[in-house]
T-cell receptor
Framework: DQQVKQNSPSLSVQEGRISILNCDYTNSMFDYFLWYKKYPAEGPTFLISISSIKDKNEDGRFTVFLNKSAKHLSLHIVPSQPGDSAVYFCAASGGTYKYIFGTGTRLKVLA | NAGVTQTPKFQVLKTGQSMTLQCAQD?????MSWYRQDPGMGLRLIHY???????DQGEVPNGYNVSRSTTEDFPLRLLSAAPSQTSVYFC?????????????FGPGTRLTVL
């Protein structure tokens, strides 16, 4: 039972364009969401987060949108850069002492 | 600060062998956790700890044991390794855990069980 789903295993985007990564969740107890970025042979690093009391959070080129009614969040990267090529994981928490991660989306930004 | 350190980086075991994956952090974080990463499965939580002496199970705890005798260390033990435990293992820590504290991850241990 996958509580956090990232249905697109991979995504390719041209440099300078917008990258949109999507994440869906099923557990209505989740009230905090985080995005992590992972390069090969390294551990994930935190990117941006959002609380369920907000519907948008921005940090530089990265914006996360949350649609609670649809149980959906998305990460927008504008403009995309080749250094953004990585695997992106969304994670959720709420109601327990656990963070639950999605399956990841591999983003490739083409120069 | 070294952050989160994991040893070893690589390990090959035979079925039935036991071993301990080490994890240490120097940030005085209360919350520590172990994940495994498998292709198509993302990061799955094995065990976690909210402080010294307190541990609990995650999503996939079977075949693994943990203990937390100090704030700094959170070792993961494989009692009798199986090929299904071939994976990349990540340890992570955060100041006080969910919901709002982001985790810091170690570089991972790549384990192969033959």
């Amino acid at each position: 039972d996958q509580q956090v789903k990232q249905n697109s295993p991979s995504l390719s985007v041209q440099e300078g364009r917008i990258s949109i990564l999507n994440c869906d969740y099923t557990n209505s107890m989740f009230d905090y969401f985080l995005w992590y970025k992972k390069y090969p042979a390294e551990g994930p690093t935190f990117l941006i987060s959002i609380s369920s009391i907000k519907d948008k959070n921005e940090d530089g080129r990265f914006t996360v949108f949350l649609n609670k009614s649809a149980k959906h969040l998305s990460l927008h990267i504008v403009p995309s850069q080749p250094g953004d090529s990585a695997v992106y994981f969304c994670a959720a928490s709420g109601g327990t002492y656990k963070y639950i991660f999605g399956t990841g989306t591999r983003l490739k930004v083409l120069a | 600060n070294a952050g989160v350190t994991q040893t070893p980086k690589f390990q090959v075991l035979k079925t039935g062998q036991s071993m301990t994956l080490q994890c240490a952090q120097d940030m005085n974080h209360e919350y520590m956790s172990w994940y495994r990463q498998d292709p198509g499965m993302g990061l799955r939580l094995i065990h976690y700890s909210v402080g010294a002496g307190i541990t609990d199970q995650g999503e996939v705890p079977n075949g693994y044991n943990v203990s937390r005798s100090t704030t700094e260390d959170f070792p993961l033990r494989l009692l009798s390794a199986a090929p299904s435990q071939t994976s990349v293992y990540f340890c992570a820590s955060s100041y006080s855990g969910p919901p709002t504290n982001e985790q810091f991850f170690g570089p991972g241990t790549r384990l192969t069980v033959l």
